[in-house]
């Protein structure tokens, strides 16, 4: 029981420090919702698109990360988006609040191809607290330390830039997150990275899509990220496949593959998805199996989202209309 606690705590740490003021990443952005990793995609699409996660990491066991998060995005004009991001992580003692406001321009390469050129930018607002409230002695530490004595509280603000390329079925996307330095609060006696800054890289291909002759949609996609603070690295390989019926609605399935880039027949998670899409609603499920040492004291990782598409206009630009064909 004590080697789990150690073991258990370790892996806490290790996720407070490579997200803290970062936006946790699972397979959110799977569920119909690229906005989650970058800008760029605001006002890609028909609608105001509105998306709440609900996330649950290492089910089973105490104080695991959990995380809630809400996101929309909406056509400005015809060659413009706007979009806001909001979230709340704890992760024991950790609680990592925030807010993201993202505006992206979409560009014209050429038409006859269907090459197009996005640009985005995201302002930061993040806060991370120390809750002390469930601090409690133990047997080793029979007195909470005196210096502290209210909830440490630490605020950054920071950018986010990205790019994105499309061409046809073909999609690349670059984000760049965090790019300033933080600020450090040297009152604190505990270890702050000071390097926020990460790397998204998501690449992929669809084939098929809806039409008269076609129902089916398949997307190979690769989900890349980088972290500064200490040099780590993982990728995630994902497969998906959505079945259209009537009025565009559809059902969709998938199945995604995470490993550390140093260990690809290592796996941190591997798990399904599934999700459909009725009228304006849009309902997605992700599980998480996790592969480590701790696949044994939980049940695993569950990514919940629920969203509605509203106020529909086709865009007049090639730039920011669906690829789904009327």
């Not at 690349?172 to 990460?198: G, H, T, V, Y």
């Not at 599934?274 to 992700?286: D, L, P, T």
Request: hydrophobic share 35%; proline share 3%.
């Amino acid at each position: 029981m004590k080697k789990l606690h150690l073991l258990t705590l370790f892996l806490s740490l290790s996720y407070s420090y490579s997200q803290e003021l970062n936006l946790p990443v699972f397979t959110q952005y799977l569920a119909d919702n690229n906005f989650v990793i970058s800008p760029t995609y605001a006002g890609i699409g028909d609608n105001l698109k509105l998306r709440a996660n609900g996330l649950t990491q290492w089910v089973g066991i105490k104080d695991a990360p959990d995380n809630q998060s809400f996101y929309g995005d909406f056509r400005l004009g015809d060659r413009s988006g706007i979009g806001l991001s909001l979230y709340n992580d704890k992760n024991g003692n950790t609680i990592q609040t925030g807010a993201k406001f993202s505006f992206a321009h979409h560009l014209i390469l050429d038409i006859p191809t269907e090459q197009f050129l996005s640009l985005g930018l995201s302002y930061n607002i993040n806060t991370f607290r120390i809750d002390i409230d469930n601090f409690n002695t133990t047997y080793d530490n029979p007195v909470i330390d005196p210096f502290i004595t209210d909830d440490r509280k630490a605020n950054n603000n920071n950018f986010d830039v990205g790019l994105l390329y499309r061409f046809k079925n073909y999609f690349l996307s670059i984000n760049a997150n965090n790019i300033l330095p933080k600020k450090i609060d040297q009152s604190l006696r505990i270890f702050e990275p000071n390097m926020l800054f990460n790397m998204q890289v998501f690449t992929g291909l669809t084939f098929g899509g809806y039409s008269k002759k076609n129902e089916f949609e398949f997307e190979s996609s690769l989900f890349f990220q980088y972290f500064a603070s200490d040099s780590r690295s993982s990728s995630d390989l994902n497969i998906k496949i959505k079945k259209y019926g009537r009025d565009e609605n559809y059902f969709w399935g998938g199945i995604s593959y995470r490993f550390l880039n140093d260990q690809f027949f290592k796996p941190l998670n591997i798990g399904p998805m599934v999700g459909f899409k009725q009228s304006i609603f849009y309902f997605g499920y992700a599980y998480q199996l996790t592969t480590n040492a701790l696949s044994a004291y939980n049940s695993g990782t569950h990514v919940v989202t629920v969203g509605v598409d509203l106020l529909r206009g086709v865009s007049n630009c090639a730039c920011t209309k669906s690829r789904v064909k009327y």
